[in-house]
């Protein structure tokens, strides 16, 4: 079964940046819808990015529009999010998901998850 693996987190000063990534083991979800999450500590996880299988469309949490920018290669079979200007509430483990369906921002729908990144921005 393909796997989602993501890396790129770490600890990283108000105002910073990071990308972080997500590698397939194979081709699988190139044709998938791929998403961002993030969960803080204590709280629910919560939709952050997505972007069709083509990179055509891209939807994202409001409050993270203008700072962070999700992306994909197809040929590597990567998905990028590159997060600027960071801030302490953005604060959590950042996960990547695959999902069949169109773009969205439900939890539901992504089927496949990789296991996590960290990212911890201080003030």
């Known amino acids: 079964q393909a796997q989602l693996v993501e890396s790129g987190g770490g600890l990283v000063q108000a105002g910073g940046s990071l990308r972080l990534s997500c590698a397939a083991s194979d081709s699988t979800f190139s044709r998938y819808a791929m998403g961002w999450f993030r969960q803080a500590p204590g709280k629910e996880r919560e939709f952050v990015a997505a972007i069709t299988w083509n990179g055509v469309s891209i939807y994202y949490k409001d409050s993270v529009k203008g700072r962070f920018t999700i992306s994909r290669d197809n040929t590597k079979n990567t998905v990028y999010l590159q997060m600027n200007s960071l801030k302490p509430e953005d604060t959590a483990d950042y996960y990547c998901?695959?999902?069949?369906?169109?773009?969205?921002?439900?939890?539901?729908?992504?089927?496949?998850w990789g296991q996590g990144t960290q990212v911890t921005v201080s003030s």
């Open positions: 998901a695959a999902s069949r369906t169109a773009l969205t921002s439900s939890i539901a729908s992504y089927g496949y």
